[in-house]
């Protein structure tokens, strides 16, 4: 295969991936939790504070959350995908409004996805996804142990003391 063969297959697979992620969140915010398990391979698994596998428990996993739901808009951005034949792995921010059930008040999730994927013959799904929450807001009361739940940037370094770059020039 030649180069602008394989960048055009390239771009074709990061294209599918992304269109897979937006189909997922469509139908999460048209509170289709059956449609959305249906963009995981048969055996895939979903972390959604707890482990889910195969399409059946993914999608009663996200039933019992939209149940608590009038309404979801989640907003994908800064998506990464990382092409490996027919595998890849994908990270993409994640913000989603909700409008609660039990009084119509707003909880605003901000996270991250970190998924796994597989070409199979139906496309591009997710063998694996979860789901990092970073912040949110309008929590009432506050999760309990909420601070073990925000784990933030899933691979955030963690630094000693100030960054000290000694006689290394600035730009």
Not at 82 to 109: M, N
Not at 135 to 160: I, M, S, Y
């Amino acid at each position: 295969m030649n180069d602008a063969t394989a960048d055009v297959k390239m771009l074709v697979d990061e294209r599918s991936i992304e269109q897979l992620m937006v189909r997922y969140i469509d139908r999460v915010d048209a509170n289709d939790p059956v449609g959305a398990a249906a963009c995981f391979t048969p055996d895939g698994v979903g972390i959604y504070w707890g482990e889910y596998q195969g399409r059946d428990a993914i999608a009663l996993r996200l039933a019992g959350i939209l149940d608590a739901f009038t309404a979801t808009s989640h907003h994908l951005s800064n998506v990464a995908i990382r092409l490996d034949g027919d595998t890849a792995t994908a990270t993409a921010y994640v913000y989603a409004f909700h409008r609660r059930v039990e009084d119509h008040s707003a909880l605003h999730v901000w996270g991250r996805w970190v998924d796994r994927l597989a070409r199979t013959a139906e496309g591009w799904r997710f063998a694996h996804r979860e789901v990092v929450i970073v912040g949110r807001l309008g929590d009432h009361p506050p999760a309990v142990n909420e601070e073990k739940r925000l784990v933030g940037h899933p691979g955030r370094l963690e630094r000693q003391g100030p960054l000290n770059l000694g006689s290394s020039p600035r730009h």
